[in-house]
């Protein structure tokens, strides 16, 4: 079989760009669909494999001539049971480890803690994957024609198609959150000319592997293991995958499934594990129950609903940021990819279709289904190839796992993060029992990663990370802002509140006095290093770990905040004993500090930094995704967060995907449109790889670089505050719009503001056309636009000031001529 292929070496321009393009690509919209001319190469998973899923069962696609390979996650398949990791001496270490941090013998601190505060089991569990579905399709030496294979962003299914020998063969590929399964209908254009084999396969563990005709319909099914002995209770799963072809001949041999004379082939697919169902007879029944229910409905049915689903989430919101050249819009992805990486960035539709491509991925990996835990996305979203997914694909709580959730509730689709309050759920009484024995402390403590079983001790025993006490908090901050996008008072009362309030017990119990404030330590700034100074020891060596940390003030701020503004909105009364107490710690909080060239400081003291181009900006959480240096609260902090932005930046930081995304955040916080810009191209020329996914540093998937993305687009056209802000309730317009020779012109609909605002805006020559502000909770409303631009009117009259809306109403935005 000929197949003919462009391959051209990364970062040379191809001269072809423009000649080699499918003609027929019209239809597909390139701000909407990924879409290629050829498969993903075989064994390049992330080079090009088009990603599905419902939020529990995931897929990948390559798209293969003759050979198809889909691989298949199930998002609790993990590398093992349920592990305690609690350090033993932990609780009597930790007040010497103080006593050396105040003494000044931060490196003798530092190896103590390594020493007597973590667990000889470094490591919590690892995400894994089920396995490959493997289609062979038996197409012989005929000629490959018009082959193009293509993922819908804004409904979420795939597909390919190509012509052999003058037959058409088409793939569809589903993710059905309704059904609970994936689905594939393979189709011919000539009656009977389909033909195929299926088997599944995994590199290692796998229980068994067989293939039947008999039941509803012909199956393959495979079962595996986390891989340890049975009595320590690995984790087990099975996966099928059924069958239905009409008037075709099936057969089953060795764990494959062989169909032949077929026109149409459709596959129906579900995984489930004993992390949700205890025992072996409970999964299979379930499997059992969601394939039959599929089978019984059919594919079309199946279909529809899926799709309809999806779109209801995908299609809330839009952005239209320009239309790119004929030429460009005409091209397959990976070539408008290899022209942005090459330094040509003249194609506004590809950051269109990335701001698309991130909400379908948080869609298709974290949902809330009827299961009783579902799980948040990781690293990875819910995608990986391997029995050990990069970096272990944990719930990284020091920056990763909260990037993936920052386009939730500005984009409108705030439902995808519910599976956060899950993992919180699945980690509270760990983190209970941890805070107690670990500290000697009531409430809950979570360190800088979490697993499958909500694993809360420090993780890997990493000298500028393991370390770190405040995961509990950042989440929290999660938990609060969905009550500012809903206003479910329910969820605020019975779920966020509670939680919030054993997240600040803990810190009101771990923190001590210092200096007149209540301090953190041992703790660390995520994942930066500083030089110890001549009159400690040991003067010189690099070290990570000490009290009193910016970020942990930052924090607590942050957090003990959101306790008091869910007082407030919950009634509770100024007297109550947890509302005085948070009010007092607040006062005890050290201030941001402001070091010596005028800069946010990073440490207690104005250390001299190994990186000062550090990929983390955890000092300038305040700035995002906190707010306490906005520049609309504090002008001050906010200068000094600029400079120590700036100076990142300058120094060499955005080094990896996701650091460059929160580099797009932070300067769309200071209303720097034009760097925000700069930003975005700069992720452009560096990190996507040939599907779009982000990476570490020009390789290596990490989705949360491609979440922060949507976010630091999103928050370019529209910032907003709780009622409890500083700028109270406020709906920012356009505060950081592109230059105008770049963007000039555009629109959004469908965002969301705290508070329920959701907005439609347009923009034109660089500034504000017309918006659209519809009030969905009632609640009081304050526009700013851009700069704080003059003349602004609201449903025709001068705005004046803060406007008591109507749940349902509508209120036009307008600036006078």
């Known amino acids: 079989m000929k197949l003919h292929q462009v391959s051209t070496p990364f970062g040379i321009l191809l001269i072809s760009l423009l000649t080699s393009a499918v003609a027929d690509t019209a239809a597909l919209d390139p701000s909407r669909y990924l879409w290629y001319s050829e498969p993903a190469p ?55 480890a103080r006593e050396l941090l105040l003494a000044g013998n931060i490196t003798e601190a530092g190896e103590f ?27 012989g030496n005929g000629e490959l024609e018009g082959y193009r294979r293509w993922l819908d962003t804004r409904r979420g299914n795939a597909g390919v198609e190509y012509v052999v020998d003058g037959v058409k063969y088409t793939r569809e590929y ?31 563990s796998v229980t068994g592997l067989e293939a039947s005709v008999a039941g509803l319909a012909p199956w393959v099914r495979m079962s595996g293991s986390s891989g340890q002995p049975a ?44 992390y949700r169902y205890q025992t072996q007879e409970a999964l299979d029944s379930e499997i059992q129950r969601k394939l039959n229910g599929a089978l019984k409905k059919g594919y079309d049915r199946i279909r529809t609903e899926a799709l309809k689903d999806s779109s209801n989430l995908l299609e809330r919101a839009s952005i239209n940021l320009g239309r790119s050249s004929n030429e460009t819009r005409a091209l397959p992805t990976n070539q408008r990819i290899l ?12 950051v269109t279709l990335t701001w698309n491509y991130g909400r379908h991925m948080l869609v298709a990996s974290s ?58 759920k699945v980690a509270h009484p760990r983190a209970e029992r941890l805070a107690r024995d670990m500290y000697n402390c009531s409430g809950i403590v979570i360190h800088h990663n979490l697993d499958l079983w909500g694993d809360p001790a420090p993780v890997d025993n990493y000298t500028s990370s393991s370390m770190w006490p405040m995961g509990a908090a950042w989440l929290a901050t999660h938990l609060l802002d969905h009550y500012r996008f809903t206003g479910n008072k329910q969820l605020l009362s019975k779920t966020v509140y509670p939680y919030l309030l054993d997240v600040t017990r803990f810190y009101q119990c771990y923190t001590f006095e210092h200096n007149g404030y209540r301090v953190t330590g041992p703790s660390l700034s995520p994942e930066n290093t500083f030089y110890v100074p001549d009159n400690w020891s040991i003067a010189g060596a690099q070290a990570a770990m000490d009290i009193d940390i910016p970020m942990d003030n930052q924090l607590m701020y942050e957090v003990f905040h959101n306790l008091l503004e869910a007082a407030t909105e919950l009634g509770i009364s100024s007297d109550d004993p947890n509302v005085k107490t948070a009010k007092s710690f607040l006062s005890q909080i050290h201030p941001p500090s402001i070091g010596s060239y005028g800069q946010i400081q990073e440490w207690r003291l104005d250390y001299d930094l190994r990186a000062r181009g550090h990929r983390h900006l955890s000092p300038l959480y305040g700035l995002h995704p906190g707010t306490q240096f906005s520049p609309l609260v504090n002008t001050t902090l906010a200068t000094a967060a600029e400079i120590l932005l700036d100076e990142r930046n300058d120094a060499g930081s955005g080094s990896t995907g996701w650091s460059n995304a929160w580099f797009i955040n932070q300067y769309a916080r200071l209303h720097r449109g034009s760097d925000a810009w700069a930003q975005i191209k700069k992720w452009f020329s560096l990190y996507p790889t040939m599907n779009l996914w982000n990476t570490d540093k020009g390789a290596t998937f990490q989705i949360d670089g491609n979440f922060g993305v949507v976010s630091g687009v999103t928050e370019m056209l529209l910032q907003s505050t709780s009622q409890s802000d500083a700028v109270d309730g406020l709906v920012h317009l356009l505060p950081a719009l592109p230059p105008a020779d770049a963007v000039p012109s555009g629109s959004a609909k469908g965002l969301l503001g705290r508070g329920g605002f959701e907005v439609d805006v347009e923009w034109e020559g660089g500034k504000l056309k017309r918006a659209v502000v519809k009030s969905k909770l009632g609640r009081e409303l304050r526009v700013r636009v851009a700069g704080g631009e003059d003349g602004v009117r609201v449903n025709g009259r001068l705005y004046r000031g803060p406007i008591r809306t109507r749940k349902g109403g509508a209120y036009v935005v307008t600036l006078e001529e």
Do not use: C
Request: aromatic content about 8%; overall charge negative.
């Open 42 to 96: 075989p064994t390049d998973w992330e080079n090009g494999a088009l990603p599905i899923g419902n939020g529990r069962l995931a897929g990948t696609i390559y798209g293969g001539v003759p050979d198809e390979v889909l691989t298949i996650n199930e998002n609790t398949i993990w590398s093992g049971p349920l592990q305690d990791r609690t350090p033993e001496h932990a609780l009597e270490a930790l007040p010497v």
């Open 113 to 139: 803690i390594q020493r007597e505060m973590m667990h000889p089991v470094e490591s919590m569990r690892a995400y894994s994957y089920f396995g490959n579905l493997n289609v062979g399709f038996g197409h």
């Open 174 to 204: 589903i993710a059905s959150f309704p059904a609970g399964v994936l689905a594939a209908r393979f189709t011919a254009s000539k009656k009977g000319a389909l033909n195929l084999n299926a088997t599944f396969s995994r590199a290692e």
């Open 231 to 274: 009595k320590e209770n690995p984790i087990l799963f099975t996966g099928q995958a059924s069958f239905q072809a009409k008037g075709a001949r099936i057969a089953a041999s060795d764990g494959t499934l062989i169909i032949t004379g077929a026109t149409t082939v459709d596959v129906f697919l579900d995984i489930e594990t004993n």
């Open 339 to 350: 022209r942005a990486r090459s330094g040509i960035q003249d194609d506004p539709e590809l």
């Open 367 to 424: 949902r809330n289904t009827a299961e009783s835990i579902d799980l948040p996305a990781n690293l990875q979203g819910i995608w990986n190839n391997k029995t050990t997914a990069a970096w272990g694909g944990k719930y990284t709580i020091n920056i990763n796992t909260e990037m993936n959730y920052w386009p939730a509730g500005q984009t409108n689709i705030i439902e995808t993060q519910e599976p956060l309050f899950d993992l919180f």
